[in-house]
């Protein structure tokens, strides 16, 4: 793909000027440095006060100007001789600005997006100067010529590779792993119990919206029936759906799986210690996301299911002073509130 | 940012307990105090006999009592035939060459095992020539073993003077050639309401005897209610009570501490061993319960929908017990635990490890 952004690139800039969409897209997250500058616009002239800054990747961070290291989109200085489209970076890849130069000019449209991909300023430069041109800029089309306003904004073409795509603000594929403060309350025959404990996630984006959720989770009762001493450990797979690409988008989710669930009889009694079951855990929820930094994100979220006991060991009851007999480890409702980070790259 | 995260799994952790944190067992030795083992019958079954055998059992009890004889309606003993008392012989000195010093309790029944009701008894004792039978057999039984009581089913309050003659009888026949036991009610006043009570008059009883056995058994036997075999309180009000009673010295005082449990139902009462309620526990999927006063308890449903509740006791149950009435009860009274068999396989060497 770098590569083909590369050529296409260079190929742009020999074509008649403008074929770029009106609304552009999200950078691509994995253009390559050679995309800062088309090979056959390499620089002619010596005489620049303009210097680029690099990342460790090789790709261009910014490109400075003058004795203040003021950013070149700003005009008002020439950029060795380079005409075409000139891209700078973010650390994680993403497209920062697009700049359109003539003769090391600015001259054509220049944008700015944000880290995720989001089109956060777009003008219009003349021979380095920013242009007041009082309508959106959504006006240019292909088919403005040359020398008017909108035609004005591309003297070279900016090819549909080179746009950001809002969709590659965050890698298709990945693995990542999130750590959760979880609080369940549930309720089975015996009575209702609250239980706390951590969680750990590994997910895999399979898609740009769709991660695949492998949790293991440890709960311990905290509150409930009097001597009632429960551990489960959850082992779920699930899947979770986000809705929307901001910084704060919600989602939603479902999994299955076996949980662990032991308990201390009271008494301390040699004959009866504990008893311990496997459940099938099967849940749904939703939850909100929110960037913390490029990587990290904070989740809340909540989970509604139940637990049903699978094995056919005898199961214990309980009679309590009135009232029949009681199951003290069998099928439950649960609810689960989740705090917690996540880390994808 | 590595500080939040840091907090956060401190948190998480903090959050989530410690997993069995349970209470640390009570290993505070008990008081020491002489004990005894009570065996239903002239036998050992191999459980038994490996129970006796056993090194912490040897550390535990002093002495085995077998409840082998039986005073029969025509005022002879059982076993009579000349090969079970050698059997008898043999086994008691068995048990001698482990360290015990070993009894014969007599109780009294008729040929198919049912105790005598107490106008047979009553009958039997107010007979001089049953009587004298009786106490010559038991004179020619005296050297199988170290030491003979009777365990009698209970007589009819008029009985109180006959019971009184006859242990005056025995005691001349029998000592000094050997000690002489009494097992008695769990008296807690006199005249008592107990069955049979009213015919024990212990100030007259006592010098007669070398040792009274209190039978502080069967606690919940009568009310109608389930509930434990026996308790320390009542333990210790029966002991001091029998104590105030005939002095602290002679003869020396034992109370009992069972060793089976009980199931309760409509159909009545039956002694069940520890591993008996614990099979039935799970069995019937029921959760043990060990109740404020430490015995252990569940109730059961039987498949034709009859109701049981049964209570029992654990070597925590049966220690705790002792822990709760030592502070009360002088160290000069013994345990006799009461049918061997029954208890908690542990039992003996939990004892063992509070010496």
């Known amino acids: 793909m770098g590569a083909a952004l590369s050529t296409s690139t260079v190929a742009a800039a020999a074509e008649p000027p403008f074929v770029g969409s009106a609304e552009p897209e999200v950078p691509s997250a994995s253009a390559p440095s050679s995309a800062v500058v088309a090979p056959s616009l390499a620089p002619l002239a010596v005489e620049s006060s303009c210097q680029q800054v690099l990342h460790p990747s090789g790709r261009v961070a910014a490109v400075l100007c003058g004795p203040a290291k003021q950013p070149l989109r700003l005009g008002g200085h020439r950029f060795e001789q380079l005409t075409g489209t000139l891209l700078t970076y973010y650390a994680h890849g993403g497209v920062h600005e697009l700049l359109t130069l003539r003769d090391g000019f600015l001259d054509g449209v220049v944008e700015t997006y944000d880290p995720v991909g989001h089109l956060i300023e777009r003008v219009v430069f003349a021979k380095g100067e920013q242009q007041d041109l009082g309508v959106p800029p959504q006006t240019a089309s292909p088919s403005t010529a040359e020398g008017e306003t909108p035609t004005a904004l591309s003297p070279v073409s900016v090819s549909p590779e080179a746009r950001p795509s809002r969709a590659d603000a965050e890698p298709e594929l990945g693995l990542g792993i999130g750590l959760r403060a979880g609080s369940s309350v549930s309720r089975n025959a015996y009575g209702t119990f609250l239980q706390l404990g951590p969680a750990l996630d590994v997910l895999a984006r399979i898609m740009p919206r769709l991660s695949v959720e492998l949790r293991v989770e440890f709960q311990h009762t905290v509150a409930g029936p009097v001597d009632y001493r429960r551990i489960d450990v959850p082992v779920t797979l699930g899947l979770r759906v986000e809705l929307g690409r901001s910084t704060m988008r919600p989602y939603v989710l479902a999994g299955l799986g076996p949980d662990y669930a032991w308990r201390k009889i009271p008494g301390d009694i040699a004959a009866q210690p504990s008893e311990s079951t496997w459940l099938l855990d099967a849940h749904a929820g939703f939850g909100l996301l929110g960037r913390v930094s490029q990587r990290v994100t904070w989740l809340a979220e909540l989970r509604l299911g139940g637990r049903f006991r699978t094995d056919d060991k005898t199961r214990l009851r309980l009679t309590e002073d009135s009232g029949a007999p009681v199951e003290l480890l069998g099928n439950q409702f649960t609810a689960q509130l989740g705090l917690g980070l996540q880390w994808m790259p | ?355």
């Open chain 2, 1 to 355: 940012m590595s500080n939040i995260k840091t907090h956060t799994v401190a948190l998480l952790f903090a959050l989530s307990g410690v997993v069995g944190c349970g209470n640390a067992p009570d290993d505070e030795p008990l008081k020491p105090r002489r004990a005894a083992v009570l065996v239903e019958g002239c036998t050992l079954d191999d459980w038994q006999h490996a129970t006796l055998s056993a090194v912490e059992t040897t550390q535990v009890l002093d002495e085995v009592v077998l409840r082998c004889l039986v005073l029969r309606q025509d005022g002879s003993i059982a076993p009579t035939d000349s090969a079970a008392r050698s059997a008898l012989r043999t086994l008691t000195a068995a048990l001698q060459s482990h360290g015990y010093q070993v009894g014969l309790a007599v109780t009294a029944q008729t040929d198919d095992g049912v105790d005598h009701t107490p106008a047979q008894l009553l009958g039997i004792l107010s007979d001089p020539s049953l009587r004298s039978r009786a106490t010559s057999e038991l004179v020619s039984l005296a050297p199988s073993a170290n030491f003979l009581d009777l365990a009698l089913p209970p007589l009819p309050d008029s009985g109180r003077g006959v019971m009184t003659l006859w242990a005056t009888e025995l005691s001349a026949a029998l000592r000094p050639m050997t000690r002489l036991g009494y097992f008695a009610p769990p008296l807690t006043q006199e005249p008592s309401e107990l069955a049979g009570g009213g015919a024990v008059d212990l100030r007259a009883l006592a010098p007669s005897f070398d040792r009274i056995r209190l039978l502080t058994t069967d606690y919940s036997c009568c009310e109608q209610v389930a509930g434990p075999t026996t308790e320390p309180g009542w333990v210790t009000e029966v002991a001091q009570f029998v104590q105030n009673r005939i002095g602290a010295v002679r003869p020396e005082i034992d109370i009992t501490l069972p060793l089976y449990g009980v199931d309760f139902s409509k159909r009545g009462q039956r002694p069940v061993s520890y591993l008996e309620a614990i099979g039935v526990a799970q069995h019937n999927g029921r959760q043990i319960k060990r109740a404020p006063g430490g015995s252990l308890h569940f109730d059961w449903t039987e498949p034709s929908g009859a109701q049981h509740e049964l209570w029992f006791d654990d070597a925590a149950a049966t220690i705790g017990h002792q822990r709760r009435f030592d502070p009360s009860i002088d160290s000069n009274v013994g345990i006799l635990y009461y049918g061997l068999g029954a208890e908690d396989p542990a039992l003996f060497s939990e004892l063992s490890r509070r010496r």
